[in-house]
């Protein structure tokens, strides 16, 4: 059935992917396609951007009909400041590693997030290096075992927690095995204005598979605790919004009125956690590392905040769009400037 | 404090007669951050406005406050503004540094001093003049909060009295200094109009310095090269910069602040420039690189450090093909050596920026007339070729004042190079039946681009550092890698016509040649006209850009001697010249200084002279 | 699947009589991740176990599973182990790339592929086996979960039946390869039995390839480089090891994790080796350099891009003269490039890392055996001269496996350079009456260290990358910088001494040269071998380390023709001789590769030959 | 008064500063003199550590007769990691600034904590740029003004919330003008086992101190809150312990014991913080940072967590200190080894 813009769920496909089979990222790229195409997102405004790693290699399976730069390892966030302050009118969806985020990217991850810049950001989390065959990463949990790597004694970093502390205005954690809700959180970020952060456990089938990593299908499967559950109702989509509330009890849902007029409708589940407030995310994330839970959801949503090209003051038409008699002054302008220097 | 000189006593002062006229140096030397800034700038200004060349030389510690700090004043009425290692004349008022400041002092120069110091032993070669600087202050009623800063205008005073600057010019500089701030000019000139009376009834001139009128800086400016750069980069349609402060590059960007409203959009009153504080030097290179990617004029300036973090991201964009202008302004290095020094010593690094077989464009900009041409011609040879494109100032050249013509409007249009927007890259496909990103179709080595956004079914493609052929698809076929890179060096040569050609002096009787670039051209002109008044006639080669041309090499066949002068530690041009000439060259011989301060025309000379006077050993 | 091949058939295959023995190419195509590497292991391992010399290469993707792989075993009567172009049988097992697998055998060529596929057209001028590769294994009764890798066992059998390696000896080399693990060795080796057997009922021979045994591998091992990397290092006394993995450097560490038990202390079962995986390369050579200043030695593995992030730290560890070793285990670049193809690419810019004037020193191993010393020697030469050592190895010689005579221990004690302990520190203090961290009292350039944690009150000194004098104290004069630079330089002629000098095979009565250096070694080797056979006699010079020494520079003038073999593509090797060499090099021609595969014989030979049966051109 | 090692106070001291009079660093290199000075460390075997930055210069200004390190803008954290993995002996005292440490080196920052490297490390915090002249740095708050460079509007980073969430299990907020709480928590500091994080408010005399910035004099003294009031008690100093304890009431006070015998005693102030929850410490953390609070003291701490040197199972002996036979396998290791390859 074609969408709005008449395209077919395969228009919005990219080349065959080459990860092993049962990769974790895979199922993700394909959650990716079914929202883009849901969504009817004009494939010629996305721009997929990645650093480098097995999950950084996913853009090339998704919507081939979209500019694409697969950056160096862990230096994605600064490419992604850099395009989309460029041309405003992008939409920007990149992938990320657990290495390439948590590891060498870190600072460049922290200081996006702090910068608001509009994009959605998906960490595909394994717990490991995929491509480089299996080393520990920082996500890696407290106590692990990799088959040639042995024991893991460090404590892992919560990159939830993380872009949380460091100002990010849209973060949630997902399972590549919980499709539905991967597609919704995906939904919801590509529809919010500012970082959106989508840290989605991933599993390595073939380095980080056993059912004692917290990172594989069987834990995940058997583990994971949804903080909601979600209805995600696009901007403009007006009639079946009644129908859909018909479903939650009173006090039990929140809706998210997102930047563009988009919703997404959370009905609380055992843990009630409303994900507006930031302090409420800490705790229940403090509290997730401490007993060792792996919930997942909407963490947290901030009303909109000022996004990079706000602050910086940039016009509204894209820089990059500029006609030529704005990107240079004037002779007079310059003659003018000449004589204040004499 | 007492000051202690060393015992070589020279002869004692003769009182010199002949008048010295517009052709000395003053040094001033002051604590970092005491205020000495604006004085130093209200003299220079004020020679300016009488018409005579000058130039300054700012050195100063990497401190914010208390080290010592020298700025120098050249005049000269033959219009030579390069470094000269001695000053005539001293204001010593830092008393941490005034014996080995008057120390320095040729025979017969001038030291002017604060009365309040006490001595050890004299100097008798040399004229003092003992001001009384505190007094002056106190008696000027300043409030006192800006007691400390304003006592500098002492110096200026009593120099104005004693070299003959009229007050009049003084009270025009110091509005200039002051941005036309009538109140605290006119502080500051109190001070200065007292001192210059005290000047006057208490001192007897005994030396033989003097300023005179002259009519040799009509028209023409002064300014920085950082400031310069920002505003070529303004003029030549930057819309993002991003960069991580270092000194000596931090100014590019407070240049680009303080010009931006240039180009605000009037109608709305927004920025069409992003200026982007990065977290680092990595980000900051990432972040032009995203936005040249998406289509933007981006740069960043930075110095040294900056320029090792940026190698692995610089050769991504070599290799992706993506435009971007990136501003080494450089210092004294390796490692983090001496922010606050001058030298060239990043050449050989940045042409060869990154892993793998890279080569890079770099600009040598000699003058801050430069800085504003290549300030602007960066951003179109960047779009051009497709590929970073470095510009290689130096804190000399960046963050002293210097004299020029005002700036030349670009004579050219923007020229955003081969991007298919939508209705280009439809009519580029009618025409071809397709477009690859990375296909050569005009055989100059340069392909053609879309930009994200363009809305087009085929405008897409896939960037990636690793391994692509022509229509960007990943390949670990060895012939498309060999064919890429092939390509890549085809580019590099389009590249070399592109580029800003050497500009040469040249004249087949003459068998020494003189090769340099950038800051050192002053020191080199001024150089040559003392080599000759000594009967050595010299041609004359200013390389503006790498890579090398033929004119280049030919240049060097063509001589007996060639020497190449630069201010590096390992001689990194010549190094560069040995690499591109595979005939015999021992006939070329480097120069190099790299001594931390700016190139000397004595020094050239000197080296010069020694080698030609005698035969020339095999470097 | 239905393969289909191009056109152009050549002559029929005309039943070869002239049997070929142990002189040929076999290359396996399979996907990656599917267990082939056993079953090439399983081959290489029984031919040397045959005594037959042998090499083998690994051509893989960037990937984990699935995307092609290539392995290729040369046997060598002669001992040549180089690459070959060319292979003369293919055991064709992934259907992506048999068509292209057939394509390029020789005439007269074997191809084994599974008798289940379909054909569109075949070739008339090769020999086809066709194998029930699933029915084998299927009929072997091997548990699901294994069927798919052990598979690869089905064209072991069938090669050892056709080219007769004995039952036997795959058994010994399945036990090799499986650690001595009866059970996973006999499951497989049920499969090649099982493959043999059928091959002998069911195959007729028709080719006129054979192995025979000889008897050229006794007391000879196979490793890789990297494996022999990591023994060297722990042999030489390396106490830190700092990482971020990166293709093809991870296995340096993995081999040191898989041996540091040999130094495990015995009495209390803990470390003496401490290997930290690092958040990046920044981190990792931070770890290295704070490790060194404080008196390890300490080690750190990468490649390109991994260098290109180092060097601002590695600038500051030349400047402030502390030691580590950096391996770089070279790639194909610019940029991430491709990560499991081969590359000389990295010298120029190793050989000038960092911002500033930097040199530094680079060793370049060419054999396992070299690695292994090298190993060791690098720490030796990093605590004597006091700065970072760079080891240039490559993918093929790190990953791949290598022939080598067992290495040999360390023929000196370990060197700890001028580091001065407590009592020495003492005994220097009352011979000098002073020590100064940056004073050279050897007139060699090199000063004397003390370690943190020296317990004498004046052992201390302040460490820096910023200006400093002779007594390590902060200092931003210019004499201090000039000095300090000058004493660098001379340490480096110092190192020049130190490292370990070129190669020669030097006989005045020829007039051709060719100069390598690394893993090309073995295709030179041999070409020389092909080009004397043609009545190309030449000399030759591999060149162990930068910087260059005199010899190199002699040998160079010393020619009529010198070739410069390298395997990347700008002849970097070249440039840097040519940067050394003021004379007239023009006879000096770069053979500069750079096609993401290691050299061959065949290529060299023919870029000889051509050049030397015609006039030179000036390149 | 020559101290355990007969050494006085001015044995402690460095070269004269060269930093502006009145800077907030120097305040903080007197306490660490003091500091050093009471508990008589024996300086041969501190390790003064730094990046680049006017905070950075300040090891040149204590300790004359200690080994010292300074290093690349940022990158300190790993000279640390190195230096006191190759000698175990060593007592590592760093000192960084909000930008070495909150920008340039945020990544190396995170990972040191994680890894838990026994050292001391000082954030000499002035929310501004010093050396380079007074641009924002990322702890600069967000509506903050600087003389030239304008208006921050981006949020700024808690490099505290940030250490304790990144695993570091010691962590402490001061005020350099707050000298007694200083030196306590210097102590403390040092005599922790592990990475001991001290995040000072420092003011930038020259680039940021004017009162409306929350980094200056006037601020910071009006602000503070201290959470507790100390005691820093010496391992071994057993007489005058009972005297102190009697001026806390009961519950009021909390002994944390360090790993080498010392205590600090805290009496609870207003907030009634326990430094050993980690809940509290993130939870207060994230309140102050909601409600503009200068909460100043030791905000958390771990009870000996395994450091660096013990994860990687060192030997006891200091690496550096190896005689030469450990260092080398014998020649017959070696031969038995190729055998195995042949
Ligand atoms: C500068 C640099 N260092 C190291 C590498 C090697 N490398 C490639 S991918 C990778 C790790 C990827 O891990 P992650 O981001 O978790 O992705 P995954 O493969 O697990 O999806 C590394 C270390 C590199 N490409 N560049
Ligand atoms: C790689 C690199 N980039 C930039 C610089 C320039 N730089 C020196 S200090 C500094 C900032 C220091 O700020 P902070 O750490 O807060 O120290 P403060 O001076 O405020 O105490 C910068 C950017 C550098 N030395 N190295
Ligand atoms: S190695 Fe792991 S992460 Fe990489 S493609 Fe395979 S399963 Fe996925
Ligand atoms: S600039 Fe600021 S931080 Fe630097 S020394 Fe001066 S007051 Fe201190
Ligand atoms: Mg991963
Ligand atoms: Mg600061």
């Given at each position: 059935m074609p969408n709005a813009l008449g395209l077919e769920r395969t228009d919005y496909k990219g080349a065959p992917s080459t990860l092993c089979p049962g990769c974790g990222h895979d199922s993700i790229s394909n959650q990716i396609i079914s929202m883009a195409y849901d969504m009817s997102l004009p494939m010629h405004r996305v721009i997929k951007l990645s650093g480098i790693g097995c999950s950084s290699k996913?853009?090339?399976?998704?919507?081939?009909r979209s500019h694409a730069f697969n950056a160096v390892h862990g230096r994605m966030p600064s490419i992604a400041t850099g395009a989309t302050t460029a041309n405003r009118d992008l939409i920007a969806i990149a992938v990320s590693g657990d290495g390439d985020t948590g590891s060498i990217g870190f600072g460049q991850f922290k200081h996006l997030v702090r910068r608001n810049v509009p994009m959605v950001y998906i960490i595909e989390n394994n717990g490991v290096y995929g491509l480089t065959k299996g080393q520990f990463s920082a996500t890696s949990d407290e106590g692990q075992r990799l088959k040639y790597y042995g024991l893991n004694e460090l404590p892992s970093i919560d990159l939830c927690l993380e872009a949380i502390i460091g100002g990010a205005t849209f973060v949630a954690r997902s399972f590549s095995g919980d499709a539905k809700q991967v597609q919704t959180l995906l939904k919801a970020a590509v529809s919010h204005r500012g970082t959106a952060i989508i840290d989605i456990i991933s599993p390595c089938v073939t380095f980080n598979n056993a059912p004692d990593s917290n990172k594989s299908y069987p834990y995940g499967k058997e583990h994971e605790i949804p903080l909601h559950e979600y209805d995600f109702i696009p901007a403009?989509?007006?009639?079946p919004y009644e129908e859909i509330t018909a479903d939650y009890e009173e006090g039990q849902t929140i809706d998210v009125e997102m930047h563009d007029g988009s919703r997404i409708r959370l009905k609380k589940l055992d843990k009630g956690h409303d994900p507006r407030s930031r302090h409420q995310a800490i705790t229940i994330l403090e509290q997730a590392q401490r007993e060792q839970l792996f919930l997942t959801g909407l963490l947290y949503y901030e009303?909109?905040?000022?996004v990079l090209g706000e602050t910086l003051q940039l016009t509204d038409t894209p820089l990059t769009d500029l006609p030529k008699e704005k990107l240079r002054p004037s002779k007079d302008t310059l003659d003018k400037l000449m004589q204040s220097f004499m | 404090m007492v000051v202690e000189l060393q015992t070589n006593v020279q002869a004692r002062y003769n009182g010199q007669s002949e008048p010295v006229v517009n052709d000395f140096t003053l040094m001033v030397a002051t604590k970092n951050g005491s205020g000495s800034q604006t004085s130093n700038e209200v003299l220079i200004r004020s020679l300016f406005r009488m018409g005579i060349p000058v130039g300054a030389k700012n050195l100063f510690p990497?401190?914010?406050?208390?080290l010592p700090t020298w700025y120098s004043i050249r005049a000269s009425k033959d219009g030579y503004v390069a470094r000269r290692a001695v000053s005539e004349i001293a204001v010593a008022m830092n008393e941490l540094t005034a014996a080995e400041d008057i120390q320095n002092l040729p025979p017969g120069g001038v030291c002017i001093l604060p009365k309040e110091w006490k001595w050890g032993q004299r100097r008798e070669d040399i004229v003092y003049y003992e001001v009384p600087v505190k007094e002056t202050v106190a008696a000027a009623a300043v409030p006192a909060d800006f007691r400390d800063r304003i006592s500098n205008m002492v110096y200026v005073g009593v120099c104005a009295q004693l070299f003959s600057i009229s007050l009049d010019i003084i009270r025009q500089a110091l509005l200039d200094t002051f941005g036309g701030k009538e109140k605290p000019a006119m502080m500051n000139f109190g001070v200065v109009e007292r001192a210059y009376n005290w000047a006057a009834e208490n001192l007897e001139k005994v030396d033989p310095f003097r300023f005179e009128p002259m009519n040799e800086t009509a028209g023409k400016i002064l300014i920085s090269g950082n400031e310069a750069a920002a505003l070529g980069s303004l003029f030549g349609g930057m819309t993002v910069a991003a960069w991580y402060p270092i000194t000596p590059s931090t100014s590019v960007i407070d240049g680009v602040l303080d010009y931006r409203h240039l180009r605000r959009d009037p109608d709305t009153g927004k920025e069409t420039v992003a200026i982007v504080q990065a977290e680092d030097e990595l980000a900051a290179v990432g972040m032009i690189i995203g936005a040249g990617w998406a289509g933007a004029r981006a740069l960043t300036a930075t110095s040294g450090p900056g320029i090792s973090l940026m190698a692995e991201f610089v050769g991504l964009a070599y290799f992706a093909e993506i435009p971007c202008v990136i501003w080494d302004i450089t210092r004294t290095?390796?490692?983090?050596?001496?922010?606050?020094r001058t030298s060239q010593g990043d050449l050989l690094f940045l042409y060869t920026l990154s892993h793998g077989d890279t080569r890079h464009i770099v600009l040598l900009p000699a003058s801050v007339g430069e800085c504003f041409e290549f300030g602007w011609r960066a951003f179109d040879l960047a779009d051009t070729i497709q590929t970073p494109v470095f510009v290689m100032s130096d804190l000399d050249l960046g963050m002293n004042i210097w004299m020029s013509d005002p700036f030349a409007y670009p004579e050219e249009p923007i020229k955003p190079g081969k991007v298919l927007r939508q209705e280009e890259l439809e009519a580029f496909i009618s025409e071809h039946g397709e477009w690859y990103r990375y296909k050569d179709y005009d055989s100059d080595g340069i392909a053609y681009r879309t930009l994200p956004g363009t809305d087009h079914p085929r405008a897409a493609y896939f960037t990636r550092g690793t391994g692509h052929n022509e229509k960007a698809a990943y390949s670990e076929r060895s012939e498309d890698w060999v064919n890429n890179l092939i390509r890549l060096h085809n580019k590099f040569k389009t590249a070399s016509e592109l580029i800003p050609q050497p500009v040469t002096d040249y004249d087949a009787s003459k068998s020494i040649g003189i090769i340099t670039y950038g800051s050192n051209d002053p020191a080199v002109e001024e150089a040559r006209d003392l080599l000759a008044a000594d009967g050595l006639e010299t041609n004359y080669l200013r390389i503006r850009a790498l890579p090398l041309t033929q004119d280049v090499i030919d240049f060097v066949l063509n001589h007996k001697r060639v020497y190449i002068v630069e201010n590096n530690f390992d001689g990194q041009m010549h190094q560069i010249l040995r690499m591109e000439?595979?005939?015999?060259?021992?006939h070329m011989v480097s120069l190099a200084l790299g001594d931390t301060l700016p190139m000397t025309a004595q020094w050239i000379q000197a080296q010069i002279t020694r080698l030609e006077r005698q035969p020339v050993q095999e470097k």
């Open positions: 996913t853009p090339a399976y998704f919507m081939g403009g989509y007006v009639q009303e909109p905040r000022q | 990497s401190n914010i406050k208390g290095g390796p490692s983090t050596g001496l922010p606050t000439i595979p005939q015999d060259n021992r």
